[in-house]
């Protein structure tokens, strides 16, 4: 069964970092993209940022909106998934999901969706 | 950006009824449309991807198409489960992108 549990939400000051962790589990973690996503109270849901897999040399895509201050990273030997969190704003208050991707091209055929998603952890930025 | 537009934002239905929810985008995304059901709880899991393929373990009475622009995710006859929301999200071009949501609610 595969699982995704995010952890290291809080309450954080404006200004302010914080990590977010995401353990996976009964998948091959390594083989699969990932991705974070944000979901503000009562809005639909926001795509932040993906990460490929070794096979495709880790390499990553970010939303604008978070360009610069978050980053994306993975541990294939622990299969967990991180998000750093810099120069927080209010605006950043959301709970944060982390996501697996089912990913298939053939060169004509592409699909790319977000097969599971873990329960989600809160962020507060406040004073 | 692409702007992906779903209407209704909110639908009452009854049980057993056919609704139909669409989401337009603000450019073509050549099929590359994805929708998902979020429960109240906050729990996530996908329904059609690629515009139209069911994903594993998802009921047949649900159903999506299109193209262009224009695309819709089909529910044949409302199951107790089945009020939640409901988003499209797109996958043409970077930031991915989702509808606004339709609130599914019993009438």
């Known amino acids: 069964e595969v699982k995704l549990l995010e952890s290291g939400g809080g309450l954080v000051q404006p200004g302010g970092s914080l990590r977010l962790s995401c353990a996976a589990s009964g998948f091959t973690f390594a083989d699969f993209y990932m991705s974070w996503i944000r979901q503000s109270p009562g809005k639909a849901p926001e795509w932040l940022s993906f990460i490929r897999n070794k096979a495709n040399s880790y390499t990553t895509e970010y939303n604008p909106s978070v360009k610069g201050r978050f980053t994306i990273s993975r541990d294939d030997t622990q299969n967990v998934l991180y998000l750093q969190m810099n120069t927080l704003r209010a605006e950043d208050t959301a709970i944060y999901y982390c996501?697996?991707?089912?990913?298939?091209?053939?060169?004509?055929?592409?699909?790319?969706?977000?097969?599971?998603w873990g329960q989600g952890v809160m962020v507060t930025v406040s004073s | 950006d692409i702007q992906m537009t779903q209407t209704p934002s909110s639908m009452p239905a009854s049980l057993g009824e056919r609704v139909t929810i669409s989401c337009r985008a603000s450019?073509?995304?050549?099929?590359?449309l994805n929708w998902y059901q979020q429960k109240p709880d906050g729990t996530i899991k996908p329904l059609i991807y690629?515009?139209?393929n069911l994903q594993s373990g998802v009921p047949s009475r649900f159903s999506g198409s299109g193209s262009g622009t224009d695309y819709s995710l089909t529910i044949s006859s409302l199951e107790p489960e089945d009020f939640a929301m409901y988003y499209c999200?797109?996958?043409?071009?970077?930031?991915?992108?989702f509808g606004g949501g339709t609130k599914l609610e019993l009438k």
């Open positions: 450019q073509g995304i050549s099929n590359y």
């Open positions: 996501a697996k991707h089912d990913y298939y091209y053939d060169g004509t055929y592409y699909y790319d969706y977000f097969d599971y």
């Open positions: 690629y515009t139209s």
């Open positions: 999200q797109q996958y043409d071009s970077s930031p991915w992108t």
